[in-house]
């Protein structure tokens, strides 16, 4: 069923989104582990594009919080303000009560008002004028930014990073790719025509149901070799914790899920895991004076790592 309905959600974005397959997976990955998402590629590249179109084929509530310097965390979360009419406080709720929240070019916003996502993400709540509200379901955070413009941002903390389910790019597309697209979008914006094909309900039943796929002792065991390798690496400074563990376990579910089996097999956490770790590594000054990337250490840290095989 989730095979299924995959395809269909994907099909239906690529009527607006041209030869971004792997990053559709991707990020339909993270919905079903309801996890949040980290873009991180050069503007103009597509990814309020696939954000918009993957929220209109769900059927989820869809806002955009452009990130500054001067935005408040109020302009996130919302606020109580006083209604003269009613003679009472009202909540006015800010872009974050929405069930796929695009967060565009996070860091450029101050620590401050980075930080009022920290809740919303991890507790998928809120809390305004010491009141607690709950977020709707599901709630994801696909947030972007820029990796080439580093003046005056604000370079997200650790703690922030790592409530990230994946990261990932976009990338630019090939030649051919980018003339369809062009023609594509010669007379209208096919996004302003693309129909719902799943709800959020039935999106919430497959979130469940991705719990239930199985995980042999062996494979379990295999992600939790691969995580702690990276704390044992000479490069790695500060390793995954725990919570890539989790992450990449849920993941490996949820790729299964898509790829048509009931089952994980070690070939999925092997892909899964650039996406999942390497945003978690903090790599030493020594080894970034070599010339040397994160992408790199940690295929060579999944190489390292014996891969369980069928007795």
């Known amino acids: 069923m989730i095979q299924q309905t995959a395809?269909?959600?994907?099909?239906?974005?690529?009527?607006?989104?041209?030869?971004?397959?792997p990053a559709i997976e991707l990020i339909l990955i993270a919905l079903l582990c309801e996890g949040h998402v980290l873009i991180e590629d050069v503007p103009g590249i597509g990814k309020t594009t696939v954000a918009k179109a993957i929220a209109k084929s769900l059927g989820c509530s869809f806002k955009r919080i452009q990130f500054t310097p001067d935005l408040l965390p109020s302009d996130i979360t919302g606020i109580s303000y006083f209604n003269q009419r009613a003679s009472d406080f009202e909540f006015r709720p800010g872009p974050v009560m929405s069930?796929?929240?695009?967060?565009?070019?996070?860091?450029?916003?101050?620590?401050?008002?980075?930080s009022a996502l920290l809740e919303a993400m991890e507790e998928r709540q809120i809390t305004v004028d010491g009141e607690t509200r709950m977020?709707?379901?599901?709630?994801?955070v696909l947030a972007t930014q820029n990796p080439i413009e580093l003046e005056g941002t604000f370079p997200l903390p650790e703690a922030q990073i790592d409530r990230f389910l994946l990261q990932m790019r976009l990338g630019y597309p090939s030649a051919g790719e980018e003339g369809q697209m062009v023609q594509r979008f010669e007379h209208q914006n096919p996004l302003d025509d693309l129909q719902s094909v799943v709800?959020?309900?039935?999106?919430?039943?497959?979130?469940?149901?991705?719990?239930?796929?199985?995980?042999?002792?062996?494979?379990?065991?295999?992600?939790?070799?691969?995580?702690?390798?990276?704390?044992?690496?000479?490069?790695?400074?500060?390793?995954?914790?725990?919570?890539g563990s989790l992450s990449l376990h849920r993941t490996a579910q949820a790729l299964a899920a898509i790829r048509g089996r009931d089952f994980v097999i070690p070939d999925d956490v092997k892909y899964m895991a650039e996406f999942?770790?390497?945003?978690?590594?903090?790599?030493?000054?020594?080894?970034?004076?070599?010339?040397?990337?994160?992408d790199e250490i940690l295929r060579e840290i999944v190489n390292s790592v014996p891969v369980p095989v069928e007795k």
Request: glycine residues 4%; hydrophobic residues 40%; positive net charge.
């Open 199 to 243: 709800g959020a309900e039935e999106l919430q039943l497959l979130q469940a149901e991705v719990r239930s796929i199985r995980v042999e002792e062996s494979v379990r065991d295999y992600v939790v070799a691969v995580v702690r390798a990276t704390r044992q690496h000479p490069a790695v400074e500060l390793g995954a914790s725990p919570r």
């Open 7 to 21: 395809e269909r959600v994907i099909a239906n974005v690529e009527k607006v989104i041209v030869g971004k397959r």
């Open 99 to 114: 069930q796929i929240v695009l967060a565009d070019e996070i860091n450029r916003a101050t620590p401050r008002t980075q």
């Open 135 to 140: 977020l709707p379901r599901p709630f994801v």
């Open 276 to 294: 999942v770790l390497t945003h978690r590594l903090i790599i030493s000054p020594q080894t970034r004076l070599r010339g040397r990337t994160a």
